[in-house]
Nanobody, 116 residues
Framework: QVQLVESGGGLVQPGGSLGLSCTVS????????MGWYRHAPGKERDVVAT???????VKVDSVKGRFTLSRDNYRMTVFLQMNDLKPDETAVYFC??????????WGKGTAVTVSH
């Protein structure tokens, strides 16, 4: 079994910064890819960024230059640093991990609200 626990999130003003972290526990040896999705009100869930065990990073174009995703393989933790946040990035952010046979695991989500 694999469990994901997220932390961070909250309320931030437009242009502000927040950091999210996600730690994987359990059968972590199976995990080769981790990252974050977000689900904004009235919109479909979409990927924010992913990083594999080798450190290869993929980010959606809209966050390039503002968001940083890093990974600590020893602690099985990923860190999403979000800078210059915009109101339309208000969403629930979900951590995910992919293991053997492309099985996906999800965290419960953490809310990020960008507002004055």
């Amino acid at each position: 079994q694999v469990q994901l626990v997220e932390s961070g999130g909250g309320l931030v003003q437009p242009g502000g910064s927040l950091g999210l972290s996600c730690t994987v526990s359990g059968d972590t040896f199976t995990i080769y890819n981790m990252g974050w999705y977000r689900h904004a009100p009235g919109k479909e869930r979409d990927v924010v960024a992913t990083i594999d065990i080798s450190g290869n990073l993929v980010k959606v174009d809209s966050v390039k230059g503002r968001f940083t995703l890093s990974r600590d393989n020893y602690r099985m933790t990923v860190f999403l640093q979000m800078n210059d946040l915009k109101p339309d990035e208000t969403a629930v952010y979900f951590c995910f991990a992919v293991g053997h046979y492309d099985r996906q695991y999800w965290g419960k989500g953490t809310a990020v609200t960008v507002s004055h």
